[in-house]
């Protein structure tokens, strides 16, 4: 369990960190100074994050022989809290009239893109145990 929270904290402190510095590249390129939304956009990326984080550990720790099943399962719950999420942040303030298909973007690859590293890293653990024994 420790090393569940320990990989989780890691992985979350990692991804907040370089989806925050590259929006904030991004602002800078655009020659926004400071981000429009201020400190809410920081706690949602910070919400928004720490379902997936959620995610990827389900799509990790779910047993299915078939990884696509791993992935859906994991991903159709969790897609829907973010879902979820996005329309109680509309009930505060307005929302963007595609914000609904930004997090379905953003969220999607983020995962499709933390899943494929994970399958890669699998892969080369179990290549280097057949070289082991």
Known sequence: MKKI???SVIAYCTIYTITT???SIIY???GIAEDPSGNWHELDRALILLIGVVAIQLFKRLKFNSKFLNFIIAYVPTMLMIFGYVFL???RTELASSAY???FINFTALYIIVAVIDLIIIKIKKGQNKKDK
Request: hydrophobic share 45%; glycine share 6%.
């Open 21 to 23: 510095i590259l929006n």
């Open 5 to 7: 929270i320990k990989e």
């Open 89 to 91: 942040r509309g009930l």
């Open 28 to 30: 800078l390129i655009k």
């Open 101 to 103: 298909k930004d997090i």
